[in-house]
C-alpha cells in the first residue's frame, strides 16, 4: 500500500479592497477641545447610534451644515398656522353674513383642523418649488 503525498489546498488571501475612480477619500481634519462632560454626552450619543465618536461627529457636523442652507420649518407649528389662518378667514366670511351659531363655529372649527395638515404640505411644496425663482416684480 502506497502513502500518496497529499498536500492541503492553499488558501488565496482576500485581496485588499480596491478604491474606485470615483471615490474620494477624507484627508482633512479638524480638532477641538472637550470637557469631560461635553465628551461623555458625545461618547453616549456614538454609542447609542452604533458609531465611533469620529464617524458621529463627522456625520452630526455635516448634517448640521447641510440643514443649515435651508430654511427650518416646524411642519407641526405650520400646520397649526394654517388652521388658525382657515379658522380666521372662514369666522369673518360666515360672520359678515350674521350672527354665527354654537353648531355653525363648531362645524368652521372641524373644518380648520381638517384641512390644516393637507395645507401645510401645500405651503412647504409650493415654497420648495418656487425656492430657485425669482420673486415676481424683480425683473430689470
Known amino acids: ?3 500518496t503525498d497529499v498536500k492541503p489546498h ?9 478604491a474606485s475612480a470615483n471615490e474620494t477619500f477624507r484627508t482633512k481634519s479638524i480638532g477641538t477641545r472637550l470637557t469631560e462632560a461635553e465628551y461623555a454626552e458625545i461618547e453616549a450619543a456614538a454609542a447609542r447610534a452604533g458609531k465611533k465618536c469620529a464617524e458621529w461627529l463627522r456625520d ?7 440643514d443649515a442652507q435651508e430654511a427650518k420649518t416646524d ?4 400646520a397649526e398656522l394654517m388652521g388658525i389662518r ?4 372662514n369666522l369673518f366670511a360666515a360672520a359678515s353674513k350674521g350672527p ?9 372649527s372641524a373644518c380648520a383642523d381638517s384641512i390644516k395638515q393637507q395645507k401645510a404640505d ?19
Not at 452630526?60 to 447641510?66: G, I
Not at 354665527?100 to 368652521?108: N, Y
Request: aromatic fraction near 4%.
Open 86 to 89: 382657515g379658522l380666521l378667514l
Open 122 to 140: 401645500e405651503f412647504l411644496t409650493n415654497l420648495r418649488s418656487n425656492s430657485g425663482a425669482k420673486p415676481p416684480g424683480n425683473e430689470p
Open 75 to 78: 411642519p407641526i407649528l405650520l
Open 100 to 108: 354665527l351659531s354654537d353648531e355653525s363655529l363648531r362645524k368652521i
Open 10 to 18: 492553499m488558501l488565496v488571501p482576500p485581496a485588499a479592497p480596491v
Open 60 to 66: 452630526a457636523a455635516l448634517a448640521y451644515a447641510r
Open 1 to 3: 500500500m502506497a502513502i
